[in-house]
């Protein structure tokens, strides 16, 4: 018997054990089901004050269920399972997504999919806790201030030193991001980190040929 008889033996006898009955179907499916539906629980109570999507949030709770069927088709056949092999892999996902934190939402429903497809219910069961503890806890953390943009339209006889001298006066740094000239004169966007962002923009609105500002809150880097 050649090294590739073996593995073909092997493989086969593991896909002749691994046949599901329905109980077990039964079990995995309801088993996943409640761990969506926590899932989705936990999205709806981490982002209803900021970026919640119903959408997402269903998505999230559809998304176990099927991957749990997908692992159990793909452990039970070794036909399906190469099908699914070939068939999943010309699947291409072109929404982008938007925050960070779906990313973790989404990586986590898949794994559960997964985790739970192969009934190993313990290990998805300590990964949903972990996760749980991770997500509310790392957002009691203090985080520094975020920076403001500090968009300024100033005529042609403006002088962009005098501009800068009046923002430093509430900007320690203070980093210019863009300028762009016009034929009205120049915009400016300007990066800067303060606590009393009124009196910076009086100060700015008080410069010589000034013709507008205004202050914009952004999170992140800010790319032109």
């Known amino acids: 018997m050649t090294f590739n008889d073996i593995i073909k033996k092997t493989v086969i006898e593991n896909m002749q054990n691994n046949t599901l009955s329905m109980t077990n179907v039964s079990v995995t499916i309801g088993i996943c089901i409640i761990f969506a539906l926590y899932i989705y629980a936990i999205?709806?109570?981490?982002?209803?004050?900021?970026?919640?999507?119903?959408?997402?949030?269903?998505?999230?709770a559809v998304l176990p269920v099927i991957t749990a069927g997908i692992i159990m088709a793909m452990q039970s056949n070794l036909v399906v399972s190469l099908g699914m092999v070939g068939a999943l892999s010309i699947i291409r996902f072109r929404t982008a997504v938007k925050e960070p934190k779906d990313m973790v939402f989404l990586f986590w429903s898949i794994s559960t999919g997964?985790?739970?497809?192969?009934?190993?219910?313990?290990?998805?069961?300590?990964?949903a806790?972990?996760?749980?503890?991770?997500?509310?806890?790392?957002?009691?953390?203090?985080?520094?201030?975020?920076?403001?943009?500090?968009?300024?339209?100033?005529?042609?006889?403006?002088?962009e030193d005098e501009l800068m001298n009046a923002v430093k006066q509430y900007v320690k740094v203070p980093r210019i991001k863009s300028r762009n000239r016009t034929k009205r004169g120049t915009d400016y966007i300007i990066e800067c980190k303060t606590s009393q962002e009124k009196k910076l923009l009086d100060a700015a609105s008080s410069v010589?040929?000034?013709?507008?500002?205004?202050?914009?809150?952004?999170?992140?880097?800010?790319v032109y």
């Not at 996760?131 to 953390?141: A, N």
């Open 43 to 60: 999205y709806y109570a981490a982002n209803k004050k900021s970026f919640y999507s119903k959408q997402l949030g269903i998505t999230l």
């Open 114 to 127: 997964i985790i739970l497809g192969a009934m190993n219910y313990e290990l998805a069961l300590i990964i």
């Open 129 to 159: 806790i972990a996760v749980t503890l991770l997500i509310f806890l790392l957002e009691l953390l203090p985080g520094g201030r975020a920076s403001v943009l500090l968009v300024v339209n100033m005529d042609e006889e403006g002088d």
């Open 208 to 222: 010589n040929h000034i013709l507008s500002t205004s202050l914009i809150a952004h999170d992140g880097e800010a």
